[in-house]
């Protein structure tokens, strides 16, 4: 008579268990009882449960539960008892906790025992159920029985909320195998046959050791040269022991690492995590490289050792140690399996090596063609952490991080030797230091040139026709330089492109794009720049000059017509004067401070037609730039220098300035 709370005892179960483990279970419970009776020839037998409706598609309904029998010892009084105890010691040295038997009762509502046992010259049978109150075992009956041979039958049935994830014979079988392998690989313990077959057909049954050991077998072992490596935990020596096995027709292509405790998989994690070139399957020809009869596979490497024997949980679904550091025991979880992955690579390193070399090409091509910038800083940083086919995003976030993590570095040697006390050592470790921050100099701009070509490439694009023979108005190609209804108050320093047109314009300390500079009905140009002011003369008047630009959109020249009221020259002008005259203020609401002699720049950015060209030349009285390409006039009254140009001409002239740049760099 036990006095346990069964029911809470099973809510509490949590740690590792999946609707598989009680099945597990009890075929390690019926391996168990085959060994000690020691009579050989065991077999275990499972027998699947169905219920429900059966599918449209496999023609097969849903498991309910399993029926697992075997030819052990059958259930003796003493093994009777030790079921009865909660945290029995009787298999303790076959790893037992004494508690796997409630796993049972998680996910199934029914649990049933039937056996046959010997006792003294003759047999009895016992049957009894789990109990979900204060008692273990309910409803037990013990008689003489008529059998000549011992054994066990336990039924679990009656399904839970989880509903089983798999219904074929030979999904399940696998599943059961990957689980329980390293039994049936024991070298030391002969596993006794386990087939599976359906409850109520006996004819398709299926044999799980036929999964190993023959030339047709879905699991093979592979040959590693050292499969042993040790682990300090708390100054002392753990050993651990890897053995490496092919699986095909992968029911799911992952290879795994598994570490194992007392015989039974306890936590399973992709390789892939430790060593990304597992990510994908391995294909192995035919015989005689026959293609057409190759197989897919993927890896699984087993680990063993007496420190996972001594460190599995109660459930057996996971261990005491930490999954990555762990100061307590001092060697983790996330250790163990980085060993174990160095040496099933080693069992695969070919094919390893050659999916490597794939993604180190892979790499050096974003960076080549891409990201030049970062050439220097790849070729001095790990990649073994990216996925085996990393995208553009991963490789870039990559160096990104790597290029932070050297800057902070950096930044904090650079503070060490501000602090030093020792002249001696100043001189080395300033050359380093002057070293790494060139570097990062250099790769900064270079990754600034080779946004500039981008930039100018959608330049002149913008300038083409579309598909209708039209072209962008002026507002699409002012973006690229600067975005509309923007000022220096709404954008960072450099988030525009003003170099296009004047690289001295990188340093304006204000700058308005499209935008009223101080009321939404005054007049605006469309980019009024004001210079961060580099010296004063006498009382603090400015001496910096003001740019003023207008964009007329390509191809348009209707303002050039008499009655036109968009007179370009004539509109910067009148902002001159109206600068002049104190009409406007920066967003800030402070002062624009200008005198008689402060410089005005103007331009205007438009299509030099034959209209305009004759409007500049008898109209306006410019005079024409030897290329052709533009017009100037002085405007001595107003202090303003003033050119008309081609998009043609300002795009040509910005690729100029920049082209030694772009040819250094390959662009």
């Not at 690579?345 to 090596?353: D, N």
């Not at 960072?492 to 304006?508: G, K, P, Q, T, V």
């Not at 630009?549 to 209707?558: A, L």
């Not at 109206?578 to 800030?588: A, L, M, V």
């Amino acid at each position: 008579m036990s006095n346990v709370n069964v029911k809470r005892l099973v809510d509490n179960i949590r740690s590792g268990t999946n609707i598989y483990t009680p099945l597990v279970e009890l075929v390690v419970n019926a391996i168990q009882a085959i060994d000690e009776k020691a009579a050989g020839k065991g077999l275990v037998q499972i027998e699947v449960l169905r219920s429900g409706q059966a599918d449209i598609i496999d023609r097969l309904e849903d498991v309910d539960g399993f029926v697992v029998k075997d030819n052990g010892v059958g259930f003796t009084k003493a093994n009777r008892d030790s079921f009865d105890t909660l945290y029995t010691e009787q298999k303790i040295a076959d790893g037992g906790k004494g508690f796997g038997r409630f796993t049972c009762l998680k996910y199934f509502n029914r649990v049933k025992v039937s056996s046959t046992f010997q006792n003294g010259s003759g047999f009895q049978d016992r049957s009894f159920r789990m109990g979900l109150d204060k008692d273990i075992i309910v409803d037990e009956k013990v008689a003489e029985s008529t059998a000549k041979e011992t054994g066990t039958v336990i039924e679990i049935s009656g399904i839970k909320s989880v509903k089983f994830p798999d219904k074929r014979l030979e999904t399940i079988s696998r599943v059961v195998v990957e689980r329980l392998l390293p039994y049936f690989v024991d070298k030391d313990c002969a596993c006794p046959s386990v087939v599976i077959r359906e409850a109520k057909d006996a004819s398709g049954t299926l044999s799980l050791n036929d999964y190993l050991g023959k030339d047709s077998s879905q699991i093979v072992e592979m040959k590693v040269e050292n499969g042993t490596f040790s682990l300090k935990a708390n100054d002392e020596e753990k050993t651990f022991h890897v053995r490496v096995f092919k699986f095909y027709s992968p029911r799911v292509a992952k290879s795994k690492v598994s570490l194992v405790a007392h015989r039974r998989e306890v936590t399973d994690n992709p390789l892939q995590s430790q060593i990304p070139e597992f990510g994908e399957e391995f294909y192995e020809p035919g015989p005689d490289g026959d293609v057409s009869k190759g197989r897919n596979f993927v890896i699984k490497a087993y680990v063993f050792g007496d420190y996972l024997n001594d460190n599995v949980s109660l459930e057996r679904g996971e261990f005491r140690f930490q999954t990555d550091a762990d100061l307590l025991n001092g060697i983790s979880q996330n250790d163990i399996e980085q060993k174990a992955a160095e040496i099933a690579r080693s069992a695969v390193g070919s094919e390893i090596a050659e999916r490597k070399r794939r993604k180190e090409a892979r790499i050096a091509d974003y960076v080549s063609s891409d990201a030049p910038w970062h050439r220097t800083l790849a070729n001095k940083i790990d990649f073994t952490a990216l996925p085996m086919r990393p995208s553009n995003q991963d490789i870039e976030l990559h160096l990104q991080k790597k290029k932070y993590e050297k800057e902070i570095a950096t930044r904090s040697q650079v503070a060490a030797v501000l602090k030093s006390d020792n002249p001696s050592e100043l001189s080395e470790k300033i050359t380093q230091l002057m070293e790494s921050i060139s570097e990062t100099s250099k790769n900064d701009l270079i990754h600034y040139v080779s946004m500039r070509k981008c930039v100018l490439d959608l330049f002149s694009k913008s300038l083409e026709i579309d598909g209708d023979g039209k072209h962008k108005s002026e507002g699409d190609v002012h973006d690229i330089i600067m975005r509309r209804k923007k000022d220096s108050e709404d954008l960072d320093y450099d988030a525009h492109n003003l170099w296009i047109l004047d690289e001295r314009l990188n340093f304006s300390s204000y700058v308005s794009s499209d935008k009223p500079l101080n009321k939404a009905n005054s007049d605006r140009t469309d980019i009024t720049v004001f210079n961060r002011r580099v010296a004063f003369r006498g009382e603090n008047e400015a001496s910096n000059a003001i740019t003023i630009f207008e964009f007329k959109k390509p191809q348009r020249d209707n303002f050039a017509d008499p009655s036109s009221k968009e007179d370009p020259v004539q509109q910067i002008v009148r902002y001159v004067n109206q600068i002049r005259e104190g009409k406007f203020k920066t967003p800030s609401g402070r002062d624009i401070l200008v005198n008689d002699t402060t410089p005005f720049y103007g331009y205007v950015v438009c299509d030099l037609t034959a209209k305009v060209r004759k409007w500049l030349h008898t109209e306006k009285e410019f005079t024409p730039m030897p290329d052709g390409m533009g017009w100037f006039r002085w405007f001595g009254n107003n202090n303003l220098y003033m050119e008309v140009i081609s998009w043609t001409k300002l795009l040509r002239d910005a690729e100029m300035r920049n082209k030694i740049f772009f040819s250094k760099l390959g662009l």
